[in-house]
């Protein structure tokens, strides 16, 4: 495993990416919200189906423990697949999980020309990987946890070769909108993280020199009877990483207060928790310059789900 965590300068979201790093180790492995990571790579995977591309390296930006391999595995043969992400507690996991055990298997992997994976804990804006290297980058659920996600994408675009792909997707503007409505409404002294929007991003991979970005959005509601449950699974997805939220440990008074304020959002009994999903898609050009000179379309869908 592979240590390279330089970041370069630049201008921040209010995010807290150490406490993002803490909390994800602290989760283990996210396994308590599996349920819609795992989802929403599987509909990501879905786009791929459509997109004629071979892979030899791929890169996981983002990658957690690595759950993503198999994904990967079921549309694409014989590739190299490259995990990044800060957290050494997470790549330690995904380490171990797919580590050779005994010769059969290191003879078995040889004979089927099947890879070991590789873990690196890195900034996705600094990887520390040759230029111009890697076939396709996939993300999923992790650009917005990062406090530069235009250094992000103008990394993708550098370890990309001529060509390459790049697939993610993460969380929109009204993730978890009821929560920050009720925290407004009970005049509670915290925030919420914000999350960017998908014309935003678009922008970003076009003067970071991308072309044709795709971008699409999923509407998924999760439904509550109890408000503790709700805000149990908003841990569970990864917290509130905001440089600008309550520092100390809530109070009782202040989660009382918090609940009995979502308890005013109940339709037929039941409080909403909405989870937008923006999905996006853009192939890596070498010629950068006059990009903002020239008439980009980009493609926008909307969907909802569940």
């Given at each position: 495993?592979?240590?390279?965590?330089?970041?370069?300068?630049?201008?921040?979201?209010?995010i807290n990416i150490s406490h993002v790093?803490?909390?994800?180790?602290?989760?283990?492995?996210?396994?308590?919200?599996?349920?819609?990571?795992?989802?929403?790579?599987?509909?990501?995977?879905?786009?791929?189906?459509?997109?004629?591309?071979?892979?030899?390296?791929?890169?996981?930006?983002?990658?957690?423990?690595?759950?993503?391999?198999?994904?990967?595995?079921?549309?694409?043969?014989?590739?190299?697949?490259?995990?990044?992400?800060?957290?050494?507690?997470?790549?330690?996991?995904?380490?171990?999980?797919?580590?050779?055990?005994?010769?059969?298997?290191?003879?078995?992997?040889?004979?089927?020309?099947?890879?070991?994976?590789?873990?690196?804990?890195?900034?996705?804006?600094?990887?520390?990987?040759?230029?111009?290297?890697?076939?396709?980058?996939?993300?999923?659920?992790?650009?917005?946890?990062?406090?530069?996600?235009?250094?992000?994408?103008?990394?993708?675009?550098?370890?990309?070769?001529?060509?390459?792909?790049?697939?993610?997707?993460?969380?929109?503007?009204?993730?978890?909108?009821?929560?920050?409505?009720?925290?407004?409404?009970?005049?509670?002294?915290?925030?919420?993280?914000?999350?960017?929007?998908?014309?935003?991003?678009?922008?970003?991979?076009?003067?970071?020199?991308?072309?044709?970005?795709?971008?699409?959005?999923?509407?998924?509601?999760?439904?509550?009877?109890?408000?503790?449950?709700?805000?149990?699974?908003?841990?569970?997805?990864?917290?509130?990483?905001?440089?600008?939220?309550?520092?100390?440990?809530?109070?009782?008074?202040?989660?009382?207060?918090?609940?009995?304020?979502?308890?005013?959002?109940?339709?037929?009994?039941?409080?909403?928790?909405?989870?937008?999903?923006?999905?996006?898609?853009a192939w890596r050009k070498t010629n950068?310059?006059?990009?903002?000179?020239?008439?980009?379309?980009?493609?926008?869908?909307?969907?909802?789900?569940?």
């Open positions: 495993m592979i240590n390279n965590t330089d970041k370069e300068k630049e201008s921040s979201l209010p790093s803490k909390q994800f180790s602290r989760r283990n492995g996210l396994v308590n919200s599996q349920f819609l990571y795992a989802e929403i790579a599987s509909r990501l995977a879905n786009n791929l189906k459509y997109i004629k591309i071979k892979p030899k390296n791929i890169v996981d930006s983002g990658c957690g423990i690595g759950n993503n391999l198999s994904i990967l595995q079921s549309i694409y043969k014989n590739f190299n697949y490259i995990g990044i992400d800060r957290s050494f507690h997470l790549l330690n996991i995904g380490h171990k999980k797919f580590k050779q055990k005994g010769m059969f298997n290191k003879i078995k992997d040889i004979l089927t020309k099947k890879s070991v994976p590789i873990f690196i804990q890195s900034d996705m804006s600094a990887s520390g990987l040759k230029s111009e290297s890697i076939d396709m980058v996939w993300s999923n659920l992790a650009l917005h946890w990062h406090n530069k996600p235009k250094s992000v994408i103008d990394e993708w675009h550098r370890i990309l070769k001529d060509n390459g792909l790049v697939v993610f997707s993460y969380f929109g503007p009204d993730t978890i909108k009821e929560v920050r409505s009720a925290i407004n409404n009970a005049k509670i002294e915290t925030e919420m993280m914000y999350f960017i929007d998908m014309h935003d991003v678009g922008d970003m991979l076009i003067h970071n020199g991308f072309e044709n970005p795709v971008m699409h959005k999923d509407t998924i509601t999760l439904t509550y009877k109890n408000p503790l449950r709700l805000l149990r699974d908003v841990h569970y997805i990864g917290g509130n990483a905001s440089m600008n939220r309550k520092k100390n440990l809530a109070s009782k008074a202040w989660l009382t207060a918090l609940c009995e304020s979502l308890d005013k959002q109940r339709n037929n009994s039941l409080i909403n928790l909405t989870i937008e999903i923006i999905y996006g898609h950068r310059k006059n990009n903002s000179e020239k008439t980009i379309k980009m493609a926008f869908q909307s969907t909802n789900s569940f």
